[in-house]
């Protein structure tokens, strides 16, 4: 069966340092993968979206890279704040030549000052 | 300003009465998505829509309803709710009905049946 996979347990860093999130995927062959921040009791935003012909994409502080061969996607947070605290989800869409995303579980990170 | 809007944002109710969730885009989106998310279970889809008067099953349909007669608005309704279906729930469109692009969720809607 078809599985995303986010770490559950939080990550915790120190401000101004890298964050680095996973997402591993199995069963699937997505034609993109999509990366969601989502603040507690608030709908997730989308973040940056990423095509399988492309290894790596960034935007301000915040780069993704996409390996359909290890069938995994790091989400990187540069020079990290307490304002990037959230839960992260990545997201696919469903195999069967269906676009609708389906979401990992999330990962929290927690940035302390 | 883009957004989507539901109501209501929170709800108490009990067990069998009817209720409607109602959701509405003003980005002219042909898709639109209902979602529950529940502690440890993630985002789980219920039901979704492609465009005006087509709508499909998602993860989790069982005890929920919808329906897509205008293409800004995509109410989720309980027949009759149960305990089970408390939950935080979250409306969601994207501008085809090929969504590589990005979903535009709503604020939420926590709901609570006693």
């Known amino acids: 069966s078809q599985k995303i996979e986010q770490n559950s347990e939080a990550l915790n860093i120190q401000e101004g340092k890298t964050a680095t999130l996973t997402c591993n995927y199995t069963?699937?062959?997505?034609?993109?993968l999509q990366w969601y921040r989502q603040d507690p009791g608030r709908g997730p935003v989308f973040l940056l979206l990423i095509r399988e012909n492309e290894k790596e994409k960034r935007k301000e502080r915040l780069k993704v890279t996409f390996d359909t061969t290890l069938k995994q996607s790091l989400f990187h947070i540069t020079a990290s704040q307490p304002a990037d605290s959230a839960t992260y989800l990545c997201?696919?869409?469903?195999?069967?030549?269906?676009?609708?995303?389906?979401f990992g579980r999330g990962t929290s990170l927690i940035v302390h000052p | 300003e883009a957004q989507v809007t539901q109501n209501p944002r929170y709800l108490i109710t009990v067990t069998g009465k009817k209720l409607t969730v109602t959701c509405s885009q003003n980005m002219n989106h042909e898709y639109m998505s209902w979602y529950r998310q529940d502690p440890g279970l993630g985002l789980r889809q219920i039901y979704y829509s492609m465009n005006v008067e087509v709508t499909d099953k998602g993860d989790v349909p069982e005890g929920y309803k919808v329906s897509r007669k205008e293409k800004r608005n995509f109410p989720l309704i309980l027949e009759s709710p149960s305990p089970n279906q408390t939950s935080l729930y979250f409306c969601?469109?994207?501008?085809?009905?090929?969504?590589?692009?990005?979903?535009?969720f709503g604020e939420g809607s926590r709901l609570t049946v006693l």
């Open positions: 997201a696919l869409p469903r195999s069967g030549g269906s676009y609708i995303p389906t």
């Open positions: 069963n699937y062959s997505p034609a993109y």
């Open positions: 969601a469109s994207s501008f085809s009905g090929l969504p590589t692009g990005e979903l535009f």
